[in-house]
């Protein structure tokens, strides 16, 4: 019971966090979005703390989120007025570079919690990051199978 109320209770730290936008001056608002992203992966690590494995893998899933969702916003913020076309493909490389090491923390909280498949453990969070993996790493996620067709009898 406590761990699935320590969830709820960091599930609204992340929707604060989701709220907040990065828009000009970057600085500033990327400052506070991640002052609001510490405390929603702090609680998300509290709520995991209690052991449970849904609560545990919920949280994962919701902390790679946060990752991620840092890393679309940063790619997705707001562009200072005036540059010109050199300035703003080099204020874009600089976006991606600072976007990166999100989106790695990212794909390894998903990855760990894909990894508690192996532990006999494959709920809704399970299922979510196999299929945010798919995205972020196609190559290696989004694989189908393939097989032969049925035969009935042997001719």
Known sequence: LAGH????????HYQ???????THPLKKSLKRKKR???????????????GIADVTTTATYRAAQIYSNL????????????LSALELEQYNVLLEEQ?????EKAIALHEANAHRT???????????????????????????EKG???????Y
């Open 118 to 144: 192996t532990e006999h453990i494959y709920d809704d969070s399970v299922k979510q990051s196999f299929a945010a993996l798919s995205k972020l790493l196609p190559g290696r996620y989004a694989k189908s």
């Open 16 to 22: 604060s966090y989701i709220d907040i936008k990065l």
């Open 36 to 50: 609001v992203m510490e405390e929603a992966l702090a609680a998300y690590r509290t709520a995991s703390d209690y």
């Open 5 to 12: 109320a320590a969830l709820i209770l960091a599930d609204a």
């Open 71 to 82: 890393g679309k916003a940063l790619l997705n913020s707001e562009r200072p007025k005036g």
């Open 99 to 103: 976007a990166y090491p999100f989106e």
């Open 148 to 154: 032969d067709a049925y035969v009935d009898a042997i």
